[in-house]
């Protein structure tokens, strides 16, 4: 029998939610000083106005549905999933207010894109859009990064008791330390420290590549921001290109690496243990994704013929091969130029490498190299057990931080969400083909949307149909939070209507 | 003798017959080049590879130096194209288009290359003839007064919730007490 949320339920969840909200709310303050710096003042008042929005919505929840019920699983996933949806429709309103953005819901497209850490943009004449604005955009991604939740957790400690409920919900089921609020303030830390040293070299690359220091150290946070958070937002309409620079190539990989690696990994790194970077599995699952991928994209693209010296065979086809893999979506390339240029081949293993995505608990999307990885060893381990005999007992051993026992219940997880993975590929390509877009124009976009990346070959534009535009909303969604915490508040809102 | 000098004198006009045509033909096809749209260069880039085109676009963002050549990026209101040209060639730009800014717009004539072989394979233009052919200007900001009515209501709801939230929260303190 189906149980009806108690009011009880709806008191907790709601509660939570605008805790949520002021604390996401509250980093509006940022791009309000961003407006003072370069003496920008309508967009003072966008901010304000959404601030104000926001803090309101937030503080009316906390008082109407006040309570100190503790928070159970259920609570939490249905607080995840709601609270993305409202964050990225409250994160528009600012946009939206820019008049940059043709309509709410392209706001709310590219707000959702920034949460999710997606990239995909249907952003009117970028290059004039205030600086302001540009902190929120890139903001966006630094705080969907994260996550919303490590945000709320590190802001409102003292009052959230559930802490580790919430925080599993937004795809995160390992903790760093032995708390929630610790692990969230860890990753805080880490991202904070990178930030500053990210600003800083990508700044001075600015500098030496010919950009006024200022604006150098702006674009430098923000294109920082957007790689470490493997989202894929720049300043400039033109994207990576804009900068025409290799060294601003370079900077950037090496940022969108930095970004896929699991956050567990890191603190295994900050704390002196450098070895665990070639025992991980999800290290050696995504060096031999990157390495087979990229072997495919080279060949795809020398006979192609279109790049003919390594140099540029480099920076287009690595350098794409990498952001898409890391789920970043950052781009040299025009995006028809994939249509046309590349061929099938490196196109495909384009698509594959955005699907797989990068590291468990890290920024980025897609189906995670800790998966890929205990699928390959499940699949090995059946296979040795064929070769023998019956009777005997084969144990499959990984590294995941510790030496770990590979389990069915693990694999069995792993296969599921994998296959979900590619059925929300295959879901957003039918509505693109649906919509008379080739398949794999639509495969590409879908693929890219659904796995958080943002590298575009044209679909993207404000001139898609709504209903596409919903439909990489949602994949967005479901994409970045993997799943659960979307299918539970399904099965809320089904409870809540026939439940008894 | 006046054949010969007939004959020379044909020559001659002939001679400043084709000098004059060509040169009309030269005059018209650069006072007339059509500038091309950046999508139409980017769609067609295969064919344009290489050619010699005019294209027209308001100065965007920076101007990047580099040693002795310059980047600039043109948006013709489309897409914008990255320009490598020399420095010495770059006229004096006044304005670089941003927030409330309209930058320069300039007129280059150069060769597109649909992936450069010099610069990474990136689509761009090297430019050999540039100049400014509409000015920018700064676009005054102006407040919206509804926009502004509204952040005054915001703001004040936010200071009353507030207030209220404050005072819920030690009631609740003290009832659990």
């Not at chain 1, 709504?466 to 099965?491: C, D, N, P, S």
Request: net charge neutral; proline share 2%; aromatic share 12%.
């Amino acid at each position: 029998m189906l149980l009806k949320p108690s009011n009880d339920d709806i008191c907790v969840i709601s509660y939570h939610i605008g805790k949520i909200i002021v604390a996401v709310s509250l980093c509006l303050v940022l791009p309000i000083l961003t407006a003072f710096v370069f003496n920008e003042h309508a967009p003072i008042l966008d901010f304000v106005i959404s601030l104000g929005f926001s803090l309101s919505l937030g503080f009316l929840l906390i008082i109407l549905f006040k309570t100190d019920k503790e928070l159970h699983w259920m609570h939490g996933m249905v607080i995840v999933s709601l609270s993305w949806l409202i964050l990225a429709v409250l994160a528009a309103i600012p946009l939206y207010l820019s008049g940059h953005w043709h309509s709410f819901l392209d706001a709310v497209f590219d707000a959702m894109s920034g949460y999710a850490t997606t990239g995909l943009t249907l952003a009117q004449d970028l290059d004039h859009l205030s600086m302001s604005h540009q902190m929120w955009r890139h903001l966006t991604m630094f705080i969907g990064g994260q996550g919303v939740i490590i945000v709320a957790l590190s802001f409102l400690a003292a009052g959230t008791g559930g802490a580790f409920k919430i925080y599993v919900g937004e795809a995160r089921d390992e903790k760093i330390l032995p708390n929630a609020i610790q692990t969230a303030k860890f990753i805080w830390m880490i991202s904070i420290s990178y930030l500053i040293l990210g600003t800083l070299i990508l700044g001075l690359m600015a500098i030496w590549e010919g950009i006024a220091p200022l604006r150098a150290f702006f674009h430098g946070a923000w294109i920082f921001m957007a790689a470490f958070d493997t989202g894929g937002f720049a300043p400039q309409s033109q994207n990576i290109l804009y900068y025409h620079s290799f060294l601003f190539e370079i900077g950037t990989i090496l940022m969108m690496i930095l970004g896929i690696i699991n956050f567990k990994l890191h603190f295994s790194l900050w704390t002196g243990n450098r070895r665990e970077i070639w025992r991980d599995i999800e290290m050696i699952s995504l060096t031999s994704t990157i390495l087979i991928s990229f072997f495919f994209v080279a060949v795809g693209l020398a006979k192609a013929g279109v790049y003919p010296q390594a140099v540029a065979l480099f920076r287009k086809g690595f350098y794409h091969l990498i952001s898409g893999h890391t789920g970043t979506g950052y781009m040299t390339l025009y995006a028809s130029q994939f249509m046309q240029n590349w061929t099938p081949l490196a196109l495909v293993s384009l698509i594959v490498a955005m699907g797989l995505g990068g590291a468990m608990c890290s920024t980025t999307g897609g189906i995670k190299a800790l998966r890929i990885g205990l699928v390959f060893k499940a699949f090995i381990q059946d296979v040795r057990k064929l070769m023998y005999p019956e009777s005997a007992v084969l144990i499959e051993k990984f590294h995941h931080i510790k030496d770990l026992i590979l389990e069915d219940r693990q694999v069995r997880s792993a296969a599921l969400i994998f296959l979900a993975y590619l059925g929300l590929y295959l879901f957003g390509a039918i509505a693109g083909m649906a919509y008379g877009y080739p398949f794999l124009e639509s495969l590409f976009e879908s693929t890219s949307a659904a796995a958080n990346v943002g590298l575009s070959c044209g679909i993207t534009t404000i001139s898609m149909p709504v209903v596409l535009k919903l439909t990489y909303i949602f994949q967005m969604w479901i994409g970045r939070l993997e799943f659960v915490a979307v299918f539970t508040l399904a099965g809320f809102i089904i409870a809540f209507f026939r439940g008894k | 003798m006046g054949t010969d000098k007939d004959g020379l004198f044909l020559k001659h006009r002939l001679a400043q017959i084709v000098v004059l045509v060509t040169g009309f033909w030269l005059l018209v096809s650069v006072c007339y080049a059509q500038s091309i749209s950046s999508t139409a260069l980017i769609k067609n880039a295969k064919q344009y590879d290489g050619k010699t085109v005019v294209y027209q676009g308001e100065i965007i963002g920076d101007v990047m130096v580099r040693g002795d050549f310059v980047w600039i990026n043109l948006f013709d209101g489309e897409n914008a194209i990255g320009i490598w040209l020399k420095k010495a060639a770059l006229p004096k730009i006044k304005h670089v288009g941003g927030y409330h800014r309209k930058g320069d717009v300039l007129e280059i004539e150069g060769v597109f290359h649909s992936s450069c072989l010099e610069h990474g394979g990136d689509l761009d233009m090297h430019a050999g003839r540039i100049q400014i052919i509409q000015e920018g200007y700064l676009t005054p900001e102006s407040l919206n007064p509804a926009k502004m009515v509204w952040a005054k209501i915001f703001s004040l709801t936010v200071l009353l919730l507030l207030a209220v939230m404050l005072i819920q929260n030690s009631i609740f303190r003290w009832k659990k007490r």
